[in-house]
C-alpha cells in the first residue's frame, strides 16, 4: 500500500525549544495553524479506518515492533529528554521504560478486555444472545504536558492506538522534540497511514485540536487549563479525559518503617525538580514517631542537589513562570509561622530550585493548599491517623497518595479521597500497567493505564440477536392479554418475595 502523508503545514511562523538549563535552543518546530491542524485530523480520520482494519492482533504487533524501536534506541531518546527538560539521564530513561512496559501491556491486553463478549440475556430474554464489545471511536487528540514528555503522553496514546484509534498529539511547546521522535519512532514502523501524527505551536494550537473534529480529547496538565479546555469541547460534546494537578499527601503511622517513609518523602519531593503531578507535597506524621522522621528527612535531604552536572540529583526547574510560585509558596509558609529546616527562599534561584522541607505550616497556607509543582514538602504533626486522613482529604484535589503503616496500610488507603494511593513504596502504581491512573477533584476525571485505560478510548456496542422465535411475544401489539397476566405472575415470583 502506498504511504498517505500528512497534509503540509502552512508556510510561516516557528518557535525555538530551549534547554532550561542553558537557554540554548535545541530545536526549531512550527506553530501549526487551525487550518493545518483541522487538515491534520481528516488525514487521521482515513487512517483510522485501516488502523482499525488490522484489527487487534495486527496492532498488537505494530506496537510491540514500536516498543522494539524505542528500547534499542533508549539513549537516544533520553537525551532529547534531557536536552529539552534538564533532568538526569538516569531520570529520563526510568520514564521511557516506564512508557515501554505500557505498550507492551496494552498490546497484549487490548483484544481481551475490549473484544466480544457473551452476557446474559436474562429469563424474559432468554430467546435472544447478548453481546458486547468495545469500538474505537476513531480519532483521538491527546495534549501532553512537559514534566514526564514520554511516559505522561504515552499513556493515553498508546492506549488510544491498542483501542483501534488513530491519534493527533500536540506536546507542550517545551518538549516539542521529545514528541517528535516519538512519533518519528512510530511512523518508521507504521510507513502505510498517518495513524500517529504530531502537531506544535502553544495554547492556541492545543484549542484548534480541541475543536477540530476529534472524537476525544485526552488532556494532561493544570487544571485551570483542564478547565478551559471542558468548557471549549462542550460546544461540540467532544468527551474529555483531564489528568490534571496534584496535592498528594503521604501519611506515616506510628508503626511505619521511618527510614522507608523518609526516602519515598525525599524522593517523591525532590525527583524531577519537584514537577510531578503524583509527588509528595505533604506529609503527615503520627505525633510519636514525628520528630525522628523530621530528623530523617533533613538527613537524606542534605545530599540532594539540583544542578546541570552528572553529580545533580535533579535538574532546573522546566517552566521559568514556577520559580516565582515556588517561591511565593515557601515565603507564605514562613511568614505563618513554618519554618524551613532544610532550604527556604534563598533555596530559589534563576533557573534551579534547591530542596526546602517545612514544619509547622499552618493547613490554610498557600504551601499546604495549592499545588507548588516544585522541589518542596510540607511535613506536619498528627495526633492519630484520624486526623492525618481528615487533614490529607482536606484539599480540591484526590490525585495519589501514599501510606506508610504496617497494620494499617489498607484500611488507611480505603479513606483517602484519591484516585490511586501506594503502600509502603513511593508512586508505585504509576508503574503498574494494569492499574488504572487518574483522580477526582480538580486533579480531574477518566482513567488511562490499565483495562479503564483502554476502555477509555473506546464505545461500548451492545447487540442482541434473537436465537428464535419467543412462545410469548412481548414488543407486539398483537400480544393477548392473557401474556401480560402470565408476565405479571411470572416477575412476581421471580422478584416478589419480601
Known sequence: MTAVQPKPTS????FDSLSPATDEVVGTYPVHSAEDV??????????????????????????RQWKGVITRRLPQLCQVVR???GKPIVDAQLESVLAIEHIAWAGKHARKILGKQRRSAGLLMSNQAATVEYRPLGVVGVIGPWNYPVFTPLGSIVYALAAGNAVVFKPSEYTPGVGKWLVDAFNEIVPEQPVLQLVTGFGETGAALVSAGVDKIAFTGSTATGKKIMAAAAQTLTPVVIEAGGKD??????????????DATVWGAFSNSGQTCIGVERVYVHERVHDEFVAKVVEKSRDVRAGSDEDAQYGP???PSQLAVIRRHIADAIERGGRAVIGGVDSVGDRYAQ??????VPEDSEAVREETFGPTVTIAKVRDMDEAVDKANATKYGLGSTVFSKSRGMELAARLRTGMTSINAPLSFAGIASLPFGGVGDSGF???????????FARPKAV?????????????FNRKESTDALVVKLITILHGKR
Do not use: K, N
Open 11 to 14: 508556510v510561516g511562523e516557528t
Open 38 to 63: 483541522r487538515a491534520t485530523v481528516e488525514s487521521a480520520r482515513v487512517a483510522a479506518e485501516w488502523w482499525d482494519g488490522l484489527g487487534y492482533a495486527g496492532r498488537a504487533d505494530r506496537l
Open 83 to 85: 536536552d529539552e527538560t
Open 249 to 262: 499527601p503521604v501519611l506515616v503511622d506510628a508503626d511505619a518503617d521511618l527510614d522507608a517513609a523518609a
Open 317 to 319: 526547574v522546566t517552566m
Open 355 to 360: 530542596p526546602t522541607v517545612l514544619v509547622d
Open 446 to 456: 477518566g482513567r488511562i493505564h490499565g483495562p479503564e485505560g483502554l476502555r477509555e
Open 464 to 476: 442482541a440477536r434473537q436465537r428464535f422465535t419467543a412462545p410469548i411475544a412481548l414488543t407486539s
